[in-house]
Each structure stands twice: as structure tokens, then as C-alpha cells.
């Protein structure tokens, strides 16, 4: 597609329940990463996927965190057992590949555990 | 720890002058410096890279510089505008081939008409 798409882009969801967000990166770009922006916090690195695999996982805050990506295209985070402290805005960006290229980011999930 | 320190006060400026944002780091020696627009409810948007080894960027009103000496870089956008206005990401990448940006919180610009 023109862009990186997510969806949903808003999510209330009660403490205790799992969510699952959406990215469908640019068509042609085998890197794929997910951020969480907290309000007033900085862009927290999650996972990044090169193809189907996912190199590097040391972001994810718990195990109860987990990410895939299918057929070098889309990918799904999920969160299982949601507390209020993963509220946040998850950012979902892709590149041509994992160099110097900067980031087309998403728009975002806005996720609200009540 | 690393840290990525931006000005977290709003800067306000006349529209027409030029404005400058500030990104200084410690404890990381990055390969690699990004800038970022974010718009409230949006994704943030690539401006421009710059690399250790290159002093200055430019792309059309934007200007990078990039200190490893000192251990900043400053963002320039001459000749303001009101749709200038948006808050300012900078991010660091620490060597070639790095996926694991860490990002600043960011400054907010707002230019007055």
C-alpha cells in the first residue's frame, strides 16, 4: 500500500483481557518494527522483524507480550492478560530493509486498558 | 544509562524566523542521526538522516548539524511557518546497519502567525 497501515487505530479493552494490533507495512519492505509511546516518554523500541524473523525481541516489556509477521508482510502484536501500564500508543514503522533508511511509521493503535 | 535529552518545553517563534531544536545525548556513541515530525495523533514522519562522519545536512528549508565532540545535534528550520508547527523527534542509531533506534521525547515548535 501508499503507507503503513494499523488498526485498529483505537482500543479500550479491560485489565485481564489479550488485544491484538494490526500493521500492514509498505509493500517491498522486509524491516518492520514496533514502538510504544507512553505519554511524555520517548519512543520505546519493541521488536523488529527482518522478513518472517525477528532478529531482535529485547524490547518486549514481558512475556506476556508477543509479535509474528506472515509472509514478509503483515504483522501482529499481541498483548495477553492487559494491564493499565500497557496503555500507550503502539507505532508500527517498515523500511526497505534494516540500514540507514529512515522509518515510515503508522499512525498508531491507541490502546486503553480500563 | 543512554540518554537522549531534547528540550521539553514548547519553543514558540514568528513565522519567518528560523528555529532551532536541540538534541543532546551521553553515554552512546551513535553511527547515525535521524529527525522526525510527529503531528498530535499521528505516526512520526522521516525529515532527514545525518551520519557521524557528516558535520551538516540539508534538505530544501531543514539543516542538521551533528557534533560527536559535543554530543549534539541541532535541528534549523529557516523561514518558519505556521505548518511548521508539530513536535520534533530526533533519534539515534548506534552503528551501521542498526534497526534499534532510541528516540528522544521530543520538543514541541509552535510559529505564530
Known amino acids: 500500500g501508499a503507507g503503513v497501515s494499523q488498526s485498529p487505530s483505537n482500543k479500550v479493552t479491560e485489565k485481564g483481557k489479550d488485544v491484538e494490533l494490526r500493521c500492514d507495512p509498505i509493500s517491498g519492505h522486509t524491516a518492520l518494527y514496533w514502538y510504544r509511546q507512553s505519554l511524555g516518554q520517548g519512543l520505546e523500541f519493541l521488536i523488529y522483524f527482518q522478513g518472517n524473523s525477528a532478529p531482535d525481541k529485547s524490547g518486549l516489556p514481558s512475556d506476556r507480550f508477543s509479535a509474528e509477521r506472515t509472509g514478509g508482510s503483515v504483522s501482529t502484536l499481541t498483548i495477553q492478560r492487559t494491564q493499565q501500564e500497557d496503555s500507550a500508543v503502539y507505532l508500527c514503522a517498515s523500511s526497505l530493509d534494516s540500514r540507514d533508511y529512515g522509518y515510515t511509521f503508522g499512525s498508531g493503535t491507541r490502546l486503553t486498558v480500563v | 544509562s543512554q540518554k537522549i535529552e531534547q528540550n521539553s518545553e514548547a519553543l514558540n517563534i514568528q513565522e519567518g524566523k528560523t528555529a532551532t531544536l536541540t538534541c543532546n545525548y551521553t553515554n552512546y556513541s551513535p553511527a547515525y542521526l535521524q529527525w522526525y515530525r510527529q503531528d498530535p495523533g499521528r505516526g512520526p514522519v522521516f525529515l532527514l538522516l545525518i551520519r557521524e562522519n557528516e558535520k551538516e545536512k540539508r534538505k530544501e528549508r531543514l539543516k542538521v548539524t551533528f557534533d560527536t565532540t559535543l554530543k549534539q545535534s541541532l535541528f534549523h528550520i529557516t523561514a518558519s511557518q505556521p505548518a511548521d508547527s508539530a513536535t520534533y523527534l530526533c533519534?539515534?542509531?548506534?552503528?551501521?546497519?542498526?534497526?534499534?533506534?532510541?528516540f528522544g521525547t521530543g520538543t514541541r515548535l509552535k510559529v505564530l502567525a
Open positions: 533519534a539515534l542509531g548506534s552503528y551501521p546497519g542498526t534497526y534499534k533506534y532510541i
